[in-house]
């Protein structure tokens, strides 16, 4: 598999302490395509040794508007079923330059152990040093050690450690679309977590007109006009919740976005420093980045101000633990009764669809209708597929939702460009069917 | 002509940098792109960009736009070297001068039009 | 030291019936830059592989078993202060008995005769210095300090970037007719006999980036000697003013490739292959199979490690005076790229052949690049002094490279890591 490929696939076995790698086969991507559609198949093929895969959309970290995302694949502790989380920020970016389009990460580590891997290296590491910090303390330590601000990571915090049904696998320092319980996942297999940096290169044929293509496409992009919009606040109100815009923005200090994500989906909540700061703040700590639509109004029904909510927030990114269940199960309304309560939830969060794909993106079109009627089975059935074909192209979920400009077609015509490899509508209408199954 | 950059505009997304880079390798890579950006200070959300060019380093600040010159030692006990070999290895940026069909990449994939040329 | 030889099939224009091998030293030791590493791409990509990498011990100890010397760029004062009176003496007696030496920039000024101290240790090249002055000329570029001090005088560097040659002689029948190379601080000569001269500045070009006026430039290096070829004995000086290595020019680094084989007597080619160094010789290990994976893999791992702190290095506000000469962070990429990019060819080979000394060196050496490299980025973020780290470390990327390129060529040029012959 030449080409939008770094080739290889990754196989750790934490109990043996093996490290293999296999060659990605241009076969499986004919068949499979990328991204949800191989992890599962991963999965499947090392499902004795219940396996966590993590992987690469096939058009991650290309020229493709929104090609920000990488996957977690495993069995959710939460639901006991087959789920896709969502890499986002940085770090599904950095898992394809750091060397492989796929990890396939087996068996439980004897001791607590992170993954650090770089430019096509694999180490298992001993994470004697932070087993027990949280998630920040953690990522920053390992950034220290390496020497790298720029080091991206998956990692739990002590809610993983204690392997709680509500552990969230957490992004550098920040919550993540984990809705089930993968850091339980993590921690039953004694992984901190997964550190990774890379700076390879990802060849493409015909780049030319990849490139070209990828151009045409972010123009037609771009000329929809809810790019006009910015933020966390905006994605509420556009699904008809809660105005969190006015409750947010005391506290709203810049938006950004994931990789080449036209959307600013990350809002920067400064909780501790004046939100109109414009210089580096000297503040060690001053708030929370957050994508977290349904928390936040959770946090706001709960009756929260906006500090004490971004504060909450802030402890659960640190405890790896996910802030939504915290608020909905704890039934607490106060900043210190629902931080006292992470140890002690119990309940289930509701799924969405059947429970694949993460409720922390919501379960309809953003901004545009797509043609949709505004039937629920429609838009749920509509939903999981569009995070399917997110899931296996690599497309920035909650983009996704936004931008029918990111057509099925032109996701298939820029991966068969880019791949040299026939990729056509019914083959990704069976991996979708594979995928939802 | 030259790349002016909004930093208040920009929201850190890397098009810039991958765009630069795909002029440089012809392939999907990071490390050779003349134009960066600045995501070291995550947890304070402090964010820019950073443009290498052929004598400046171009680094525009949440705060404003902060051009240095580059081999320039402002320590007159240190030497500016003419004599130095370049690095090769993050290249000035030429204005994709050989990209008549785009102009300058990093404007052409700007999301948010950031990254203009002006004269 | 007896020597036996490698059979190589040279690619190039220069095909002859005989096999020819040179032995190629390339000096990396006290006073270059990074400048060497061109001269390792070029002779690769030209199918000369037979290289030894030499620090300023080794060209002490004697060069009786090479063909060609090279010394590239950097500070001409500090590679003369390094080699001393004997690497000087080492150098005469290599020339004298026939060698062939190649200096290029800083290796070009080395040999000319001067009364500057160190300098005067060398005086073999009855060679004038056109950007030599007693006064500085008014410069364009104001922030710029373009000059260095020279005894009482002054070279300065009227231009950087590229400029143009053309050929004068016909001596050498495949001098290009005109070529384009860089000039970093390179000398403009002239010398009494014409004859000497292989190629001179011929004009300027767009890229051409003018420190004092055109007019000015054109007086000091237009119609002089860029590129001359001195005898001394059996042997020859070439000297080039600018960077002829340079990968950006394939017409130049041709017309290097064309010397050495035009200039290096065809030798008989045993029928068993042989290895080759320069250096003191220790057990020569062949890896293959799981150990030689993992060696490959712990290269990669610190090579990796190393230039991730390296990038994080690049746009730091900070730069390190070793000796005379400005250090950027950016340069230990340089070091860090070069092994880098070889790393893919040493994972596809079968054997690799390395001396255990080169082995424990690699192994040992690598590792203390990338500790060095953390303790640097913490240092510089703490805002503490961090001049002695840097020094060590680029001591020790010296170190790693040439025992790495020692290890890199000797695998290449193994029989079994050889293409098939072409039919």
């Known amino acids: 598999m030449e080409y939008l490929s770094t080739e290889k696939i990754l196989i750790i076995d934490l109990a043996s302490s093996a490290v293999e790698e296999e060659e990605l086969e241009e076969s499986l991507v004919s068949e499979k395509i990328g991204g949800i559609g191989i992890t599962k198949y991963l999965y499947e093929k090392f499902e004795n040794d219940d396996p966590i895969v ?262 659960t990114a640190k405890y790896g633990i996910d802030p939504l269940a915290v608020v909905e199960l704890s039934g607490k309304t106060s900043l210190d009764d629902c931080t006292a309560a992470f140890d002690g939830l119990s309940g289930s969060l509701a799924l969405k669809g059947k429970g694949i794909f993460s409720s922390w993106c919501p379960a309809r079109p953003i901004f545009n209708d797509f043609g949709l009627s505004g039937d629920d089975a429609e838009a749920i059935a509509w939903w999981e597929r569009r995070q399917a074909v997110a899931g296996i192209f690599g497309i920035q979920p909650l983009f996704a939702l936004m931008c029918p400009e990111l057509s099925e077609e032109n996701m298939l015509e820029l991966a068969s460009l880019g791949t040299e490899i026939d990729l056509d509508q019914d083959l990704l209408d069976a991996v979708v069917a594979y995928v939802c199954d | 002509m030259g790349i002016t950059i909004d930093a208040l505009k920009c929201t850190n997304c890397m098009a810039c940098e991958m765009a630069c880079s795909y002029h440089r390798d012809d392939g999907f890579a990071f490390l050779s792109a003349c134009i960066v950006a600045y995501r070291a200070r995550e947890k304070q959300d402090y964010f820019g960009v950073m443009l290498k060019e052929e004598e400046n380093l171009v680094v525009a600040r949440p705060e404003g736009l902060e051009i240095s010159r580059i081999g320039e030692e402002q320590d007159p006990d240190k030497e500016a070297d003419a004599s130095a070999k370049p690095m090769l290895l993050r290249e000035g940026c030429d204005l994709c001068e050989d990209m008549d069909d785009y102009g300058p990449m990093c404007v052409a994939f700007c999301p948010q039009d950031a990254i203009t040329l002006v004269d | 030291m007896s020597l036996r030889l490698l059979c190589l099939n040279c690619a190039g224009p220069l095909m002859t019936t005989t096999k020819v091998i040179s032995k190629i030293g390339i000096y990396a030791g006290g006073g270059t830059s990074h400048s060497w590493l061109w001269f390792v791409d070029l002779f690769e990509n030209k199918g000369l592989h037979t290289l030894a990498f030499l620090n300023e011990n080794d060209v002490q100890k004697g060069l009786d078993d090479l063909d060609v010397l090279v010394i590239s760029g950097g500070d001409t004062f500090a590679v003369a202060e390094a080699l001393g009176p004997s690497g000087a003496d080492s150098i005469g007696k290599f020339v004298h008995r026939g060698g062939l030496y190649i200096g290029s920039c800083a290796g070009a000024y080395l040999p000319m005769k001067s009364s500057k101290k160190p300098l005067d240790l060398f005086n073999f090249v009855d060679v004038k210095i056109t950007n030599l002055s007693k006064i500085l000329p008014a410069t364009v570029k104001e922030s710029l300090k373009f000059c260095t001090s020279y005894g009482c005088d002054f070279i300065f560097h009227p231009v950087r970037e590229e400029i143009s040659m053309k050929s004068s002689n016909s001596v050498l029948p495949f001098c290009p007719l005109t070529f384009t190379a860089p000039l970093y601080g390179g000398p403009g000569m002239t010398v009494t006999d014409p004859s000497l001269v292989l190629a001179t500045y011929h004009e300027f070009t767009t890229h051409t980036s003018f420190l004092v006026s055109e007019a000015l430039a054109g007086e000091i290096l237009l119609e002089k000697a860029a590129v001359v070829r001195v005898p001394m004995g059996k042997g020859l000086f070439y000297l080039f003013g600018p960077h002829l290595e340079h990968p950006k020019y394939p017409l130049a680094n041709q017309f290097v490739s064309d010397i050495i084989r035009w200039e290096t007597k065809p030798l008989e080619c045993p029928e068993s292959p042989a290895s080759f160094s320069h250096r003191e010789i220790t057990p020569l290990k062949e890896l293959s199979g799981k150990k030689k994976k993992t060696f490959v893999m712990d290269i990669k791992r610190e090579l990796s490690n190393s230039r991730i702190v390296a990038v994080n290095l690049e746009f ?108």
């Open chain 1, 54 to 315: 993590i992987g690469c959309g096939l058009l991650t970290g290309t020229t493709y508007p929104a090609s920000a995302s990488g996957v977690i694949t495993a069995k959710s502790p939460a639901t006991g079923k087959l789920a896709h989380c969502p890499i986002t920020y940085k770090v599904g970016v950095e898992i394809k330059f750091s060397g492989f389009d796929y990890i396939v990460i087996k068996g439980s580590a004897a001791t607590p152990s992170y993954l650090w891997i770089h430019d096509g290296v694999a180490d298992i590491c001993d994470a004697a040093d932070i087993w027990g910090k949280d998630v920040w303390e953690s990522t920053e330590f390992l950034r220290e050690l390496v020497g790298d601000d720029l080091l991206q990571t998956i990692m739990i915090g002590p809610a993983g450690e204690k392997q709680s049904d509500y552990a969230q696998v957490c992004y550098n320092h920040w919550n993540s679309p984990d809705r089930f319980g993968f850091g339980k996942a993590f921690g039953t297999k004694n992984l901190k977590g997964v550190a990774f940096r890379g700076m390879g290169l990802i060849e493409c044929a015909d780049v030319e007109d990849y490139v070209s293509r990828s151009l045409e496409i972010l123009k037609e992009v771009k000329a929809n006009d809810f790019l006009s919009k910015q933020g966390i606040a905006e994605l509420a109100s556009a699904i008809g919740e809660e105005n969190l815009t006015d409750w947010l923005a005391p506290i709203t200090h810049r938006h950004s976005a994931d990789y080449f994500t036209p959307y600013a989906t990350i809002t920067a909540l400064f909780m501790d420093e004046d939100p109109k700061i414009v210089e580096e703040t000297k503040v060690a700590e001053p708030g929370i980045l957050t994508s977290d639509i349904y928390a936040l109004i959770a946090l706001k029904k709960a009756g929260f101000s906006a500090e004490d909510a971004g504060r909450l927030l802030r402890e």
């Open chain 3, 316 to 423: 730091l506000p900070i730069r390190w005076m070793i000796g005379k000469k400005v250090y950027e962070p950016e340069k230990v990429r340089v070091f860090l790229e070069s092994m880098w990019s070889r790393i893919k060819s040493l994972e596809r080979i079968d054997r690799l052949r390395v001396f255990s000394g080169d082995l424990e060196t690699i192994r040992a050496v690598s590792i203390k690049v990338t500790q060095g490299l953390r303790r640097l980025k913490r240092a510089v973020d703490d805002n503490q002094d961090s001049l002695g780290e840097a020094t060590k470390i680029f001591s020790w990327l010296q170190q790693l490279s040439m025992a790495f390129y020692t290890m890199y060529f000797f695998t290449l040029t193994h029989k079994d890591n050889q293409p098939p012959p072409s039919v």
